[in-house]
T-cell receptor, first 112, second 112 residues
Framework: GEDVEQSLFLSVREGDSSVINCTYT??????LYWYKQEPGAGLQLLTYIFSNMDMKQDQRLTVLLNKKDKHLSLRIADTQTGDSAIYFCAESSAGNNRKLIWGLGTSLAVNP | DVKVTQSSRYLVKRTGEKVFLECVQDMDHENMFWYRQDPGLGLRLIYFSYDVKMKEKGDIPEGYSVSREKKERFSLILESASTNQTSMYLC???????????FGPGTRLTVL
């Protein structure tokens, strides 16, 4: 079946940029998403990108999509301690009834 | 803003009890989802509903059932709770805009 993979952990210093990476296998993906989950909370939609785009920027967040390599990244500029959370990558395609396929999440630790 | 609410943040039940988890969304979305989240396993889809009284099994439906009598409300039912159903349960509602899912705050269920 289709799959989404992410590295499990990332540690950065406050003020640095963070880059969280994701790879996926579904060549018919239509949208790709980044969600953030703080401890004990639900998932919060951060941003999404349509598959015919290669970049999307929203304030401190930059999403890059390499469709050829099926690689998605999320860059957080000037990372703050409040950015410490688990970040999930997900993709959807018409082929799977538009259900989302989820990565396992990357735990981002921001050190002062 | 989309608002998805869940009936309880924390719930403790005994083995064999019937458990109801309720989810309400206020955006008139047709599609709603129930996931469970466990460490190391990510989000796993239990059931989803694409309209009132319409439901479809997800990846792990065993031991669960659902009810969707009204568009805004989607209930997850554990007919006879077991200790392996101790988990974080997350409800989501899907917007037709970019197929984005919006999540409730989650219910942490402990079955003793």
């Amino acid at each position: 079946g289709e799959d989404v993979e992410q590295s499990l952990f990332l540690s950065v210093r406050e003020g640095d940029s963070s880059v969280i990476n994701c790879t996926y296998t579904d060549s018919s993906s239509t949208y790709l998403y980044w969600y953030k989950q703080e401890p004990g909370a639900g998932l919060q939609l951060l941003t999404y990108i349509f598959s015919n785009m290669d970049m999307k920027q929203d304030q401190r967040l930059t999403v890059l999509l390499n469709k050829k390599d099926k690689h998605l990244s999320l860059r957080i500029a000037d990372t703050q301690t409040g950015d410490s959370a688990i970040y999930f990558c997900a993709e959807s395609s018409a082929g799977n009834n538009r259900k989302l396929i989820w990565g396992l999440g990357t735990s981002l630790a921001v050190n002062p | 803003d989309v608002k998805v609410t869940q009936s309880s943040r924390y719930l403790v039940k005994r083995t064999g009890e019937k458990v109801f988890l309720e989810c309400v969304q206020d955006m008139d979305h047709e599609n709603m989802f129930w996931y469970r989240q466990d460490p190391g396993l990510g989000l796993r889809l239990i059931y989803f509903s694409y309209d009132v009284k319409m439901k479809e099994k997800g990846d792990i439906p065993e031991g669960y059932s659902v009810s969707r009598e009204k568009k805004e409300r989607f209930s997850l039912i554990l007919e006879s709770a077991s200790t392996n159903q101790t988990s974080m349960y997350l409800c989501a509602s899907r917007s037709p805009v970019a197929n984005t899912q919006y999540f409730g705050p989650g219910t942490r269920l402990t079955v003793l």
